[in-house]
């Protein structure tokens, strides 16, 4: 049997990048083998194993092959006799195909180092083809390493893919989580570039596409001042209507926290960009709107949007949250015990809206 250190982890080892998780490979060994040394059984489709100190996931060499549409249309065949070459052929791109053994010797059949020193992202082979997350992953590799280029033959496949409809097989789940992680990289813009330049954006993300040139813009000012993937996709969207956002949400199955805010800042941007002109009344019934007394963090999540447009000088964002620090420090003490819950409601808001006035005049 024999173990090596796969994937990502060279990748980023090669890149001098932190390395955040560790994947092997074990060639020549069994199932029952990896069971009787005390790896935990953890894949359902193909053999993978957790260690069981490290709990560093080990999958036994496999060659796999598409045999229908979708994510179970793979046939796995994982046998001592597979060989790592074989495993690593099978591998998206060639910077993703490279293994380590344990002394520490590089094994890079498809120049997977070269492409890394030539900032190339390239696949390995035309398998490449059978897995249209690919697409996504690879857009998503070009938000992450913003100074490396896609292969042109890379790039002609990902468009014969989505010509042949294969971008219309993802899930929603797959879809979102690596839209997520490209907002956590250093440029996702390059996600949706890569997506429109490949054809799958407007298939994906219609609504992106619609007014493309305005949301990257208000992505990219996000990036430059929050690192917040909620406040980087609320600028995003930022220029879509409501149901544009509700229905892009519903098809990706998107998390709550990012639609809230989302939702929040393309409602009350606008109101928060006419701060002089509105009355002490205003402002307290914004504050109850976006349910800030009970949720303060919602007001600051979505100030932090707001910085993105530019169109307020920051004093004004902190008035809003100094603002709302007075009033929120007024609450049920400051009224007297003996009224009921509408009166103590009706109270609240006298006494808070005043404290606005006294700030604001
Ligand atoms: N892989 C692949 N095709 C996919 C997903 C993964 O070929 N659709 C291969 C790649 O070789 C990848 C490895 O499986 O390097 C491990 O996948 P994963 O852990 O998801 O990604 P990493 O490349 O390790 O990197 P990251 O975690 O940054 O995505």
Same mark, same amino acid.
């Given at each position: 049997?024999?173990?090596?250190?796969?994937?990502?982890?060279?990748? /980023?080892?090669?890149?001098?990048?932190?390395?955040?998780?560790?994947?092997?490979?074990?060639?020549?060994?069994?199932?029952? *083998?990896?069971?009787?040394? %005390? &790896?935990?059984?953890?894949?359902?489709?193909?053999?993978? &194993?957790?260690?069981? !100190?490290?709990?560093?996931?080990?999958?036994?060499?496999?060659?796999?092959?598409?045999?229908?549409?979708?994510?179970?249309?793979?046939? &796995?065949? $994982?046998?001592?006799?597979?060989?790592?070459?074989?495993?690593?052929?099978?591998?998206? #791109?060639?910077?993703?195909?490279?293994?380590?053994?344990?002394?520490?010797?590089?094994?890079?059949?498809? +120049?997977?180092?070269?492409? #890394?020193?030539?900032?190339?992202?390239?696949?390995?082979?035309? $398998?490449?083809? *059978? /897995?249209?997350?690919?697409?996504?992953?690879?857009?998503?590799?070009?938000?992450?390493?913003?100074?490396?280029?896609?292969?042109?033959?890379?790039?002609?496949?990902?468009?014969?893919?989505?010509?042949?409809?294969?971008?219309?097989?993802?899930?929603? !789940?797959?879809?979102?989580?690596?839209?997520?992680?490209?907002? !956590?990289?250093?440029?996702?813009?390059?996600?949706?570039?890569?997506?429109?330049?490949? %054809?799958?954006?407007?298939?994906?993300?219609?609504?992106? @596409?619609?007014?493309?040139?305005?949301?990257?813009?208000?992505?990219?000012?996000?990036?430059?001042?929050?690192?917040?993937?909620?406040?980087?996709?609320? $600028?995003?969207?930022?220029?879509?209507?409501?149901?544009?956002?509700?229905? =892009?949400?519903?098809?990706?199955?998107?998390?709550? *926290?990012?639609? /809230? #805010?989302?939702?929040?800042?393309?409602?009350?941007? %606008?109101?928060?960009?006419?701060?002089?002109?509105?009355?002490?009344?205003?402002?307290?019934?914004? =504050?109850?709107?976006?349910?800030? &007394?009970?949720?303060?963090?919602?007001? +600051?999540?979505?100030?932090?949007?707001?910085?993105?447009?530019?169109?307020?000088?920051? @004093?004004?964002?902190?008035?809003?949250?100094?603002?709302? !620090?007075?009033?929120?420090?007024?609450?049920?003490? /400051?009224?007297?015990?003996?009224?009921? %819950?509408?009166?103590?409601?009706?109270?609240?808001?006298?006494?808070?809206?005043?404290?606005?006035?006294?700030?604001?005049?």
């Amino acid at each position: 049997m024999k173990i090596y250190l796969v994937g990502g982890a060279i990748r /980023d080892k090669l890149l001098g990048l932190k390395v955040r998780e560790r994947d092997f490979v074990v060639v020549g060994a069994t199932v029952d *083998e990896m069971l009787r040394l %005390g &790896f935990k059984a953890v894949g359902k489709d193909f053999p993978v &194993f957790l260690h069981p !100190e490290t709990y560093e996931e080990y999958a036994l060499a496999r060659t796999e092959r598409k045999v229908a549409a979708g994510y179970h249309g793979f046939v &796995f065949h $994982a046998e001592p006799s597979v060989t790592l070459e074989q495993d690593l052929a099978r591998r998206d #791109l060639t910077i993703n195909a490279m293994a380590q053994d344990e002394d520490g010797n590089l094994i890079d059949p498809f +120049n997977g180092k070269n492409d #890394l020193d030539r900032k190339c992202l390239k696949h390995v082979s035309a $398998a490449f083809r *059978e /897995d249209p997350v690919r697409i996504l992953r690879l857009a998503r590799f070009a938000a992450f390493l913003p100074e490396f280029t896609i292969d042109e033959s890379t790039f002609i496949l990902m468009q014969e893919m989505v010509k042949a409809g294969e971008v219309d097989a993802l899930v929603p !789940e797959r879809v979102w989580q690596e839209t997520k992680r490209a907002l !956590e990289c250093a440029k996702p813009n390059r996600f949706f570039e890569v997506l429109k330049e490949c %054809g799958a954006l407007s298939i994906l993300f219609p609504s992106i @596409e619609k007014r493309f040139n305005l949301a990257i813009k208000l992505l990219n000012n996000a990036v430059k001042k929050s690192k917040d993937p909620r406040v980087r996709f609320a $600028a995003l969207l930022n220029n879509l209507s409501i149901s544009e956002i509700k229905g =892009f949400a519903k098809k990706l199955n998107i998390p709550r *926290e990012y639609l /809230d #805010l989302a939702l929040l800042s393309s409602t009350y941007c %606008g109101f928060i960009f006419d701060e002089n002109s509105r009355s002490a009344e205003e402002i307290l019934c914004f =504050f109850e709107k976006i349910d800030a &007394f009970r949720r303060p963090k919602r007001l +600051n999540d979505l100030l932090s949007v707001c910085v993105v447009f530019n169109k307020l000088p920051k @004093e004004k964002i902190q008035n809003y949250k100094r603002l709302f !620090e007075v009033v929120s420090n007024i609450n049920g003490k /400051d009224v007297s015990r003996t009224k009921s %819950g509408v009166e103590i409601k009706n109270e609240l808001h006298r006494l808070r809206r005043i404290a606005i006035e006294a700030k604001l005049f």
